[in-house]
């Protein structure tokens, strides 16, 4: 009786403390939640068995050696940069070139780059000079002229004219670290310094109406070929040719055998592949005399010429080869000294002439070359004009360049003068010197 009485107590006390443990349970799942909620009663056994993502977030850190390596990511992040090549600085462009040479330029520096002297000049004598010593080279320094025309005279053999070419360009690339222009006056036929001379062993180039007469465009090339070829190896970098004129007048006489022919078309055809030929070589070709000499009578050379073409006319065939070499970034045109009142209203020589060559040739065609002027020592200028008038009419019409600017002082003077005194703004001698030393410092396309 007393084993049943004890086991009944035994059992009465375990049922007692399992009610218990029960309402202890029941009260801590009534816990609020941080939003201020009672929780969801749960289930005693997974209340009291942490998940595997609650494993993942109150286990114990990781030995200290593995905390210590980042993950990928992390390395990617925050490793130390790698060490790279310094960067070389950009090559600046020859526009930027251009520009940097021109902020170190004095006034008198930028107009001498828009002369174009005979080497005479450069001594103040008129005795022809075959050589270039300290003599001419105190001149550069004084006055570096931007370009240099050799003639006949100044041309004796091989080797003397190697060495003088040599001697000037070494006295412009000393002076402002620019090559200077060395031209001449090689068309082929009658006008020829080099070939068919005798000083040269060079057999003389045939007249361009001769080969205009073939039809053949090879034939002109090929010429401009040979040409180009004796001139760059004696040290020219430019010929004032091809004659581009278009002989419409049978009368003319100053272009008739200089001329390919009356046919504007053809004129253009051949003087491209001349210049091509020329160009390949690496000597620049100037096409003459715009806007055309073809229709003249007289030579103006001696005096006064004129062409009674109104534009219209022009257009209808003169002005085709010269379109053509815009088209074709032919670096230099030649302004001829050809008066037109019928196409721009005055009498003045179209070198001389605003309406013809910016208004014209620069802003209807176009042309962002050189625009040289024909030698200003001939008698349709130096019959009505002083240096000092024609430096400033020449510059103020859009010439680039003063071909045979031969009293250079009067020349350089007149423009300083004209700049100081408002007639010409210096931010127009500063578009003739970009044009300029653009092509001095940049092989252009059609130079090769």
Request: proline share 5%; glycine share 8%.
């Amino acid at each position: 009786m007393k084993r049943k009485t004890g086991i009944l107590i035994l059992t009465a006390l375990l049922c007692a403390a399992a009610l218990l443990l029960s309402a202890c349970v029941t009260v801590h799942t009534d816990i609020p939640t941080d939003s201020g909620e009672t929780a969801a009663p749960t289930p005693s056994d997974t209340a009291s068995v942490p998940s595997e993502t609650q494993e993942s977030e109150t286990a114990a850190p990781a030995p200290s050696d593995t905390v210590s390596v980042p993950s990928e990511t992390q390395e990617s992040e925050t490793a130390a940069p790698a060490e790279t090549e310094p960067q070389t600085p950009a090559e600046p462009t020859a526009e930027e070139r251009v520009r940097q040479i021109m902020a170190n330029m004095t006034l008198r520096e930028k107009i001498a780059q828009m002369c174009f002297v005979m080497p005479e000049a450069l001594l103040g004598t008129d005795t022809a000079v075959t050589a270039a010593g300290e003599d001419v080279k105190a001149t550069f320094d004084k006055t570096p002229v931007g370009g240099v025309i050799l003639m006949g005279q100044n041309l004796q053999s091989m080797s003397q004219t190697k060495a003088l070419c040599a001697a000037l360009q070494s006295f412009s690339e000393s002076r402002l670290g620019l090559p200077v222009f060395i031209g001449v006056d090689e068309e082929g036929g009658d006008v020829a310094r080099v070939s068919g001379t005798g000083k040269f062993g060079i057999g003389a180039v045939p007249r361009m109406a001769t080969v205009g007469a073939s039809g053949d465009p090879a034939q002109a090339r090929g010429w401009g070929q040979t040409v180009g070829e004796y001139l760059k190896d004696l040290g020219f970098n430019l010929d004032f040719a091809p004659d581009a004129d278009v002989l419409s007048n049978p009368d003319n006489t100053v272009v008739k055998t200089r001329s390919f022919g009356a046919d504007g078309n053809l004129v253009a055809l051949m003087a491209h592949a001349f210049a091509e030929g020329l160009q390949e070589e690496g000597v620049r070709a100037c096409y003459k005399h715009f806007p055309g000499h073809g229709a003249t009578a007289e030579d103006s050379h001696k005096g006064f010429a004129v062409s009674y073409r109104t534009k219209d006319e022009l257009w209808e065939n003169d002005l085709i080869p010269f379109a053509d070499a815009v088209s074709g970034n032919i670096p230099f045109i030649m302004s001829g000294h050809i008066s037109l009142p019928n196409a721009s209203g005055k009498d003045l020589p179209a070198s001389l002439n605003y309406e013809i060559l910016t208004g014209l040739l620069r802003s209807e065609m176009h042309y962002n070359g050189i625009i040289i002027t024909d030698a200003l020592d001939m008698g349709a200028i130096t019959q009505r004009f002083s240096a000092a008038e024609v430096a400033v009419l020449a510059v103020q019409a859009g010439n680039d360049m003063l071909l045979i600017a031969n009293d250079l002082d009067s020349y350089v003077t007149a423009l300083e003068k004209a700049v100081r005194d408002g007639e010409i703004g210096e931010d127009r001698i500063d578009e003739s010197v970009f044009r300029i030393l653009r092509e001095k410092l940049v092989n252009q396309e059609t130079v090769r």
